[in-house]
Every structure is written in structure tokens, then in C-alpha cells.
């Protein structure tokens, strides 16, 4: 599975941005996708992850602010993100996790887009 994240940039507090996570592979078997951030200085966090169940889980910290959705068939994975604080200003990753029957789940990364948030 290779994921390709776009759409960070350089906003203002309470502006908003759409980050997209397209996929390409082997996409049938993915289970869950997320969306991570890493800030500066920081450890990489979960921000929000959407199940193939339907299930959909946020941080505390974005909860209400950011909106996570897909397509039906895992091709693309979609941040909507609204009224930005500065504190959101991280590198977002896609990640998505393949169960392997054999083996265990596998994890899957993309490069990161760039958010900052700035007054």
C-alpha cells in the first residue's frame, strides 16, 4: 500500500485546511487509516482514525474542530480541519494498517504535508 498526503500550507488561527491521503496497492485489505502529526519538538500522535466498521475516533485535542472521512473503497482519506490553533502546526501523516493473516498487522506510512498555523 503506498499513501501520498497533500494539502498542508501556511493558514491563520481559525482558518481552516482539507488535507487528502490517496492510496494506491493493495487497498482492499486495509482495515483502519489514521492520520498522525508530529510538531515541533514533539512525539508523533494519532489525531484521528476511521475503521472499515465505520468507527471513528479523535484526539481530545481536535475533537469537534477536525473531521475524518473516506471513500468507500479506501482511495482516498480526507482531514477536514477547521478553526486551527497554533498549537496544530505539525508535519500530518497518513498511515494505514493491513491485517496479514500469517504475520500480524503490517503499517503503512506516507511522507507528511506540512501544516502551520500563524498569526
Known amino acids: 500500500v503506498q499513501l501520498q498526503a497533500s494539502g498542508g500550507g501556511v493558514v491563520q488561527p481559525g482558518e481552516s485546511l482539507r488535507l487528502s491521503c490517496a492510496t494506491s496497492?493493495?487497498?482492499?485489505?486495509?482495515?483502519?487509516m489514521s492520520w498522525f502529526r508530529q510538531g515541533p519538538g514533539k512525539q508523533r500522535e494519532a489525531v484521528a482514525t476511521?475503521?472499515?466498521?465505520?468507527?471513528?475516533r479523535y484526539a481530545d485535542s481536535v475533537r469537534g474542530r477536525f473531521t475524518i472521512s473516506r471513500d468507500n473503497g479506501w482511495n482516498t482519506v480526507t482531514l477536514q480541519m477547521n478553526n486551527l490553533k497554533i498549537e496544530d502546526t505539525a508535519v500530518y501523516y497518513c498511515?494505514?494498517?493491513?491485517?496479514?493473516?500469517?504475520?500480524?498487522?503490517?503499517?503503512?506510512w506516507g511522507r507528511g504535508t506540512l501544516v502551520t498555523v500563524s498569526s
Open positions: 498511515n494505514a494498517i493491513v491485517p496479514i493473516a500469517t504475520s500480524g498487522p503490517v503499517t503503512f
Open positions: 476511521i475503521a472499515n466498521s465505520g468507527g471513528i
Open positions: 496497492g493493495s487497498v482492499h485489505g486495509i482495515s483502519v
